[in-house]
């Protein structure tokens, strides 16, 4: 009695097994996973999030004066993913959907105006919370309310020259994505450091 119990236990785990490992199998289209992989995929959307996106502008401002790699730095020391990067110069069309809600402030033309004046880099970083903890990197949209030890806290003083933009919310990152990048110009990568990164 007690080794059919065993036996029907061990068919069940079989068959539960095989059934998330069929759960993870690629579409034919796309090359066979490893289980490693598979597995990462998993955790990424499902249960970690490690697969947020959000996109990080370093302005004009922040171009010129050379800020472009410690700003780059931050976000890699602090453990994000970089899975699109480049620069552009920004034209009207992309700038006023990408400040759509801001169309009736006062600082409207001012704003369009300074960011079309040079190129920006535009990226987009990857990892659990990126939009959040980004928000909090980059700091208050005024410098002079920013903390030392966010971007603006350390190297702005006015807030028409804030040097860089974060998205506010993962449905904004989603948006804002989708305007400054085609869909090929991102880069699903798995990166070495995961492990060490991550609980997974
Ligand atoms: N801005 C400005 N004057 C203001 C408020 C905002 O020039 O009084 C600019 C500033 O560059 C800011 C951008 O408009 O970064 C977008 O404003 P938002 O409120 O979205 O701030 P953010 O999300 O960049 O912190
Ligand atoms: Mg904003």
Redesign the pocket.
Known sequence: MRARGVMLLRGLSRCLTVGIIRGFTPPPETPRLSWAAARLRFHSAGVFGIREQTLVAV?PDGVQRRLVGEIIQRFEKRGFQLVGLKLVQPTQDVLSEH?HD?HE?P?YS??IQYMSSGPVVVMVWEGCDVVRVSRMM?G??NPADARPGTVRGDWCVH??R?AI?AS?SVEVAKKEISLWFHSSELVEWESCTHKNTYNI
């Open positions: 302005k400040y801001l402030k600082f001012a704003l980059v208050d949209t807030i028409s804030n933009h506010d």
